[in-house]
């Protein structure tokens, strides 16, 4: 008589509106959705605030998320910086406009590229654990156990891992940006005989606060999303193994595409107040 | 014939006033009515083993008891109090007087033993100074005879090695109410029997009241006040061991025929 425990809550037959129940079911399986997400980040506001603070779990967390993410990060941003160069010369050079790949290179990695690489790293390495995690955490009852011990495991769990994203993605962005431009004056070096100071004095020349600063609040919103999504997909894994391979997966997919939406939503509000 | 080792009723011969009222409860995933029209009263001081078939509903029961799933219908009352009634707040301060034994251990993995029983120690305010929460902590071991465990991960354990850590950081903080989920089963005869002995301890020395759910009955003769059997999803039969084992119906008999 092994019906399948997966998840079959009854359906709840709460009245709903006429209209409602005219939507096909695809969609309203995605406002559910939207509407129980909405809920879990209204829960981390609420909790955030609150005492107790896991303070010990935070910093764990953060050293796991932080520290052991900058080497991927690293190596990333480093190739990207060297392939971003040398694929821009030839442009460059065919206008004789050489002397401002610095310059052109090091806008491109601190407004954009930088922030959004890294982002997606993260999404991947960062959302991709957390999902499988707090998704076999679930499957094992042990986020049951913190709740049945009088404990509160959102707290303990959630949001010591938004926070620890939330911050930590800013972190790696400004060291993937170092590492990036690093990366770049290498491979102008390659072919011009160019000092590293000469290098990195054309690269802030043609730069300012108003490249860096929206480019760097935007990576707040990333770690966020980043968090909020692995925390959201693992704290309500389905049960058994596959559940956590799916929480991990959709983790990771939502995470890099809320990247996108983000920046895109960014790039607008920068645009929008003048910073262009 | 069988000698009862111990007729645990008489030494406690009256209990307190009722710590859990069940009465014509319900409890359905979809199609699958697990619980229908359930009563159970347990009294302070009072253990009640609950016998069934497997996948009958009995883990669903105490969870439900625990407010880890919601029922849909009947009442369910825990130190007075309606379950499903409760707030977030007030649900955690009643958990914190009741301690829960998962079937599957449920150790938190990225923890060692100590931090698993302390984990909970700790966020109830249970024991001011570290001296005090290693005092608890190593005792508590010392009841399940996993001292020697104490920096070990839950990976590095057998598996009734964590059934007992399981026990440990359930018991450590007195709860007034005990849920043990099958805590003997999957053990030797001779720590099932040592498990039992210390559930019939912590009766005895803090007036714990207990449902124990158990396919063992060596342990539930040792550890039973009361027996009850659970049948598709109703309370079938009810009484002391004896009462039970000399019952004149086949479905009951099943339970005991083994004896
Ligand atoms: N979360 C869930 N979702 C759907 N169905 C569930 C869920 N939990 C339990 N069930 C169903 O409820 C029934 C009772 O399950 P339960 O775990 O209480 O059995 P049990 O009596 O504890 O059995 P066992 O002795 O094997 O542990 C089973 O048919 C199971 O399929
Ligand atoms: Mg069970």
Redesign the pocket.
Known sequence: ?????????PAKKQSEPIWVSVLPEEFRDFLNEVGEIVRFVMRFFREVFMPPYELKEIFHQSYEIGYRSLPLVALTAFIIGLVLTLQSRPTLARFGAESWLPAMVGISIIREIGPVIVALVCAGKIGSSIGAELGSMKVTEQIDAMEVSGTNPFKYIVVSRIISTTFMIPILVIMGDAVALIGSFIAVKLTSAISITLFFNQVFESTDFSDFIPAFVKTFFFGFAIGLVGCYKGYNSK?GTEGVGESANSSVVIASLLVFIIDLIAVQITQFFGYL | METISRTNTEALPKYGESIIEISSLCKS??D?Y?LNQFNLTVRRGENVVVL??????????I?CVVGL?KYEEGSLQVFGKEINSLKQKELDEMRARIGFVF?SSALYDSMTVRQNLEFALRRHGKGKTKQEVDQLVEEMLDNVSLANAINLMPSELSGGMRKRIGLARSLILKPELMLY??PTTGLDPITAEEISNMMLAMQHKYNTSSII?S?DMHCARLTANRLAV?IDGINYAEGTFEELSKMNDPKVNAFFKKQ
């Open positions: 008589m092994e019906n399948n425990p997966a998840e079959t809550t049960k | 995933f979809g699958n697990v069934g078939k497997s996948g009958c509903g009995k883990s669903v029961l969870k799933l079937q989920d099958e759910i396919h659970m």
